[in-house]
Structures are given as structure tokens and as C-alpha cells.
């Protein structure tokens, strides 16, 4: 089992730029894939980015790519999204997931964190 804690969400302009914080506990956390997701209110939940474990792949969706960052700490327990630029189109609830290969899909991410609410105001 891996429980995972997502926080940093919160309000911000357009423009602006926030950091999501993601951390694991309990098995071993550099053993997995970690990928963000996030969810707008009555959308499907969304791919946004992934890293592999031990950092050297990552991809993201087009949506996000030169503005958002992935890395992860593997000493630390804890993957990072680093989102600048913001625009109002990302506001959702961002989720972070483990998975043991580097996918985009949702179906395979074995664990999930509760989620974080980011709003992007224009």
C-alpha cells in the first residue's frame, strides 16, 4: 500500500504560479511512477504529467508543456508539480498517483491521493 497526501493547492490570478506538493508513505516510494492528474467539476479526470522513478523520463499533456514542471525527491518521499503561467482553464482538482510504469491512463495508477483544489482567477 502507498498513501499519498496531495497540498499547495489554492487561489491564484491568471499569470500567477503555484507549487503542488505530493506525499508518500509507506512502501517504497522510488519503486513507483508518479503521475498528476487533475479534474474540472464535470469533466473526466485528465492527465497532466509523469515522471519515472528514478526522474530521468517525464512526460506531459499539451496543455501544460513549458509551463508545468514534474520532479520528485526520492529522499524526501515526495513528487512536486510546479505550474506557472497559470490560466483559468486549469482550475480543478489536481491529483497525484502511483503507478509502476509510466503511463498517461488513469486505469494504470494503482494508488491515488485525495486531490487539491487549484482555481486559476482571470
Known amino acids: 500500500q502507498v498513501q499519498l497526501v496531495e497540498s499547495g493547492g489554492g487561489l491564484v490570478q491568471a499569470g500567477g504560479s503555484l507549487r503542488l506538493s505530493c506525499a508518500a508513505s509507506?512502501?517504497?516510494?522510488?519503486?513507483?511512477?508518479m503521475g498528476w492528474f487533475h479534474q474540472a467539476p464535470g469533466k473526466e479526470r485528465e492527465f497532466v504529467a509523469v515522471?519515472?522513478?528514478?526522474?530521468?523520463?517525464?512526460r506531459y499533456a499539451d496543455s501544460v508543456k513549458g509551463r508545468f514542471t514534474i520532479s520528485r525527491d526520492n529522499a524526501k518521499n515526495t513528487v512536486y508539480l510546479q505550474m506557472n503561467s497559470l490560466k483559468p482553464e486549469d482550475t480543478a482538482v489536481y491529483y497525484c498517483?502511483?503507478?509502476?510504469?509510466?503511463?498517461?491512463?488513469?486505469?494504470?495508477?494503482?494508488?491515488w491521493g485525495q486531490g487539491t483544489q487549484v482555481t486559476v482567477s482571470s
Open positions: 515522471i519515472s522513478r528514478s526522474g530521468s523520463v517525464t
Open positions: 498517483a502511483a503507478a509502476t510504469l509510466v503511463s498517461t491512463l488513469t486505469t494504470h495508477y494503482n494508488y
Open positions: 509507506g512502501r517504497a516510494f522510488s519503486g513507483y511512477t
